[in-house]
C-alpha cells in the first residue's frame, strides 16, 4: 500500500521546477545548456507533456560537461526529474527510471562538502525526494522491497519532514517485512511531523484520511502480537495494555474519517460492542477487495488453512461416504472468495454460482480457476439466497463469520433452500480459555466479536436458530485447527443442515 499515488507525482515535481527555474533564471550566471534543458524540460512537464520532457532531459544530461564544472544541482534535477518523467509515462520503462533514479543518488554522494551551504541544502532536498521516489517505484515492483526499505531511510534521513516516506516505510514494515515494531515507528514519525507543527514536505491538501489510515495502521500493528508490551511514550515505566492504545489509535482514525467503515470496525472489535450484530457490507468488501491477488496466497500458505477442504470431507461423512452423494441441481458457494470451496463441490454441482461482496476477488476467481462458476454474482448472499430460490445446496466456508445474529441469515436461508435441500457451512469458536469464561459467566452466550474483527458463535445458538428456521442439524463435527493465528490454532465448527423438520419456531 503506498500513500502516494502517482498522480501525485506532480506534486513533487512542481517543487522540483522551483529549484531548478530558480537556478536556471540565476542572476548573472552563464548558462550552460545542460540547464536551458532542464529549464526546458521541466517546463514541458508542468504541462503534462511527458515525452517531451524525457526528450529534453536526456538531451541535457547528453549536453553535461564532464570537467566537473557542472553544478550538482543541474546534475541532479535532471536524473531525478527524467526518472520521473519516465515513471509517469508509464509502459516498460522500468530501466531506465531505475538507471536515472542510480545516477541521482550516486551524483549526490559525491556532492563536495565545501560547497556553498544553499546549495548543499537544495541537493539534499532534491536528493530526499530522488530517493522517495525511487523507493516507490521498488515497493510497487515484485521482489524489490527490501530495498525499497532501504531508499525510505535515506529519504527520511535527508529530511525528516517527508511524512509520505515515513508512511511507505511503515507500509513496507507492515505489509512485507511484517516487522510491527518498525511498521508503528515509522506510522507513529509520519503521524507526528503532520501533526506537530514539524512542517511537513508537501503536506496533504486533505490531511484528515491519512492520518485516519496512519491510526488505523497504528492500530493494526499494536495488535498484531498478542504477547506485545506497550508503554506511553512520556512514561516508559509503566505498562500499558496494548488494546487500550490499540483502542485510542482506532477511535482516532475514526474521528479523522467518521464514515470510515473499517475503522468502525476494527473499533468496534477491540470494544467487543456486544450490539454489533454483524460487519457491514463495505467493511467485508474493502477487506477482500484489498487482499483479493493475494488472498489465497496468505489463506493457505500462511495461516495453513484447509477449512475448505474439510467441509467437504465432512459433508461427504454426513452422507455416509462419497457413492452415496447425489448431484446437486442448483449449488450456491456463499461468500465464494477465489474459489477454493467452488473447487471442492464442483463435481457434485450441476449449476454452481459463486456470491461474493467484492468483485476483485470475484475476478480473482475466474483467473484462478477460469470458468469454475457457471455464474458469479457481486452481492449480499442473504439477497442472493432470495433471488436464486429454490436452492438444492448452499455452501459457505468462513463466510458466516461475518455475521454475529444468525437469524436474518437464516431467515434468507430457509427462504431460499428448496424443500429438503441442504446446507453446509463452517463457523469459528473462540479460543477454549474465552469459551469457559463464556461458560460460567453468560452460560447462554450466543456470538463473541473476537480480536480478529470475525464472529465466533457458540454451537448450540447455531442448532437452535436452524432449527427456529425449519432446519435440522443431520451432521456435526469440530474444526479445530482449520486456520492459525498468531500462531494459535483457530477452533471451528461444521454443521450440514437439511430443511424439512417438523420442529415448532424455538425461543432463541
Ligand atoms: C478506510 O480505512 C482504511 C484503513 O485506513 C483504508 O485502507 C480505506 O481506504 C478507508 N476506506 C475509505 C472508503 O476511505
Ligand atoms: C470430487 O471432488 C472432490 C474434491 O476435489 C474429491 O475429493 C472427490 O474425490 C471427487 N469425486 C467424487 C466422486 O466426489
Ligand atoms: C462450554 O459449554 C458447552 C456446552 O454448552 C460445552 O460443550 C463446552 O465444552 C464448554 N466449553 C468449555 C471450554 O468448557
Known amino acids: 500500500m503506498n500513500f502516494l499515488c502517482r498522480c501525485c507525482l506532480l506534486l513533487f515535481l512542481s517543487s522540483l521546477l522551483i529549484i531548478s527555474s530558480v537556478d536556471a533564471d540565476g542572476a548573472g550566471k552563464q548558462h550552460s545548456s545542460a540547464e536551458d534543458y532542464l529549464y526546458l524540460g521541466s517546463t514541458a512537464l508542468s504541462e503534462d507533456d511527458n515525452s517531451k520532457a524525457i526528450d529534453l532531459y536526456e538531451k541535457g544530461i547528453a549536453a553535461l560537461k564532464d570537467d566537473g564544472s557542472e553544478s550538482i544541482i543541474t546534475i541532479l534535477s535532471l536524473e531525478t526529474n527524467l526518472a520521473t518523467a519516465y515513471s509517469a509515462i508509464g509502459g516498460d520503462v522500468?530501466?531506465?527510471?531505475?538507471?536515472?533514479?542510480?545516477?541521482?543518488?550516486?551524483?549526490?554522494?559525491?556532492?563536495?562538502?565545501?560547497?556553498?551551504?544553499?546549495?548543499?541544502?537544495?541537493?539534499?532536498?532534491?536528493?530526499?525526494?530522488?530517493?522517495?521516489?525511487?523507493?516507490?517505484?521498488?515497493?510497487?515492483?515484485?521482489?524489490?522491497?527490501?530495498?525499497?526499505?532501504?531508499?525510505?531511510?535515506?529519504?527520511?534521513?535527508?529530511?525528516?519532514?517527508?511524512?509520505?516516506?515515513?508512511?511507505?516505510?511503515?507500509?513496507?514494515?507492515?505489509?512485507?517485512?511484517?516487522?510491527?515494531?518498525?511498521?508503528?515507528?515509522?506510522?507513529?514519525?509520519?503521524?507526528?511531523?503532520?501533526?506537530?507543527?514539524?512542517?511537513?514536505?508537501?503536506?496533504?491538501?486533505?490531511?484528515?484520511?491519512?492520518?485516519?489510515?496512519?491510526?488505523?495502521?497504528?492500530?493494526?500493528?499494536?495488535?498484531?502480537?498478542?504477547?506485545?508490551?506497550?508503554?506511553?511514550?512520556?512514561?516508559?515505566?509503566?505498562?500499558?495494555?496494548?488494546?487500550?492504545?490499540?483502542?485510542?489509535?482506532?477511535?482516532?482514525?475514526?474521528?479523522?474519517?467518521?464514515?470510515?467503515?473499517?475503522?468502525k470496525h476494527m473499533l468496534a472489535t477491540l470494544t467487543a460492542d456486544a450490539t454489533m450484530k454483524r460487519a457491514s457490507n463495505k467493511y467485508v468488501k474493502d477487506l477482500f477487495d484489498r487482499y483479493a491477488h493475494d488472498f489465497e496466497h496468505s489463506l493457505v500458505e500462511e495461516l495453513g488453512y484447509d477449512g475448505y477442504a474439510r467441509l467437504r470431507r465432512g459433508f461427504d461423512r454426513a452422507f455416509g461416504g462419497r457413492e452415496s452423494l447425489p448431484t446437486f441441481s442448483k449449488v450456491v458457494d456463499a461468500g465464494c472468495g477465489t474459489g477454493l470451496v467452488g473447487e471442492q463441490f464442483r463435481n457434485i454441482s450441476s449449476h454452481l454460482i459463486g456470491v461474493?461482496?467484492?468483485?476483485?476477488?470475484?475476478?480473482?476467481?475466474?483467473?484462478?480457476?477460469?470458468?469454475?462458476?457457471?455464474?458469479?454474482?457481486?452481492?449480499?448472499?442473504?439477497?442472493?439466497?432470495?433471488?436464486?430460490?429454490?436452492?438444492?445446496?448452499?455452501?459457505?466456508?468462513?463466510?458466516?463469520?461475518?455475521?454475529?445474529?444468525?437469524?436474518?441469515?437464516?431467515?434468507?436461508?430457509?427462504?431460499?433452500?428448496?424443500?429438503?435441500?441442504?446446507?453446509?457451512?463452517?463457523?469459528?469458536?473462540?479460543?477454549?480459555?474465552?469459551?469457559?469464561?463464556?461458560?460460567?459467566?453468560?452460560?447462554?452466550?450466543?456470538?463473541?466479536?473476537?480480536?480478529?474483527?470475525?464472529?465466533?458463535?457458540r454451537k448450540e445458538y447455531a442448532t437452535k436458530v436452524g432449527l427456529a428456521h425449519g432446519l435440522t442439524l443431520i451432521h456435526y463435527e469440530k474444526l479445530d485447527g482449520f486456520r492459525h493465528d498468531h500462531g494459535k490454532d483457530v477452533r471451528g465448527h461444521l454443521f450440514v443442515m437439511q430443511k424439512g423438520s417438523s420442529h415448532k419456531k424455538d425461543e432463541l
Open 94 to 263: 522500468r530501466e531506465k527510471i531505475i538507471e536515472h533514479y542510480e545516477k541521482a543518488i550516486s551524483a549526490y554522494d559525491q556532492i563536495d562538502p565545501i560547497d556553498d551551504k544553499e546549495i548543499i541544502e537544495d541537493a539534499k532536498s532534491i536528493a530526499s525526494q530522488s530517493y522517495f521516489f525511487y523507493g516507490m517505484v521498488l515497493q510497487d515492483m515484485e521482489g524489490t522491497q527490501q530495498k525499497s526499505l532501504e531508499m525510505y531511510a535515506h529519504a527520511v534521513v535527508l529530511d525528516p519532514n517527508l511524512w509520505a516516506a515515513w508512511g511507505n516505510l511503515g507500509a513496507v514494515f507492515h505489509d512485507h517485512v511484517k516487522n510491527y515494531d518498525e511498521a508503528l515507528n515509522a506510522y507513529n514519525k509520519a503521524y507526528d511531523v503532520l501533526t506537530e507543527q514539524k512542517n511537513p514536505t508537501d503536506p496533504p491538501a486533505d490531511p484528515k484520511p491519512i492520518l485516519s489510515q496512519l491510526q488505523y495502521r497504528i492500530g493494526l500493528c499494536l495488535t498484531k502480537n498478542p504477547d506485545r508490551k506497550c508503554a506511553l511514550e512520556g512514561d516508559p515505566q509503566t505498562p500499558v495494555s496494548c488494546k487500550e492504545m490499540a483502542n485510542h489509535a482506532y477511535s482516532l482514525a475514526v474521528q479523522y474519517d467518521p464514515d470510515n467503515e473499517s475503522a
Open 356 to 457: 461474493d461482496l467484492s468483485e476483485a476477488i470475484l475476478d480473482e476467481a475466474e483467473r484462478l480457476r477460469p470458468n469454475l462458476y457457471n455464474e458469479r454474482i457481486v452481492g449480499d448472499i442473504t439477497e442472493v439466497f432470495r433471488r436464486k430460490k429454490p436452492i438444492s445446496l448452499i455452501v459457505a466456508a468462513d463466510s458466516f463469520i461475518y455475521f454475529g445474529d444468525l437469524d436474518p441469515l437464516f431467515d434468507a436461508i430457509e427462504d431460499g433452500l428448496d424443500h429438503e435441500a441442504y446446507i453446509a457451512f463452517t463457523l469459528e469458536n473462540t479460543d477454549a480459555e474465552t469459551e469457559s469464561t463464556l461458560n460460567e459467566s453468560k452460560p447462554d452466550w450466543r456470538w463473541q466479536l473476537t480480536a480478529s474483527g470475525r464472529f465466533a458463535h
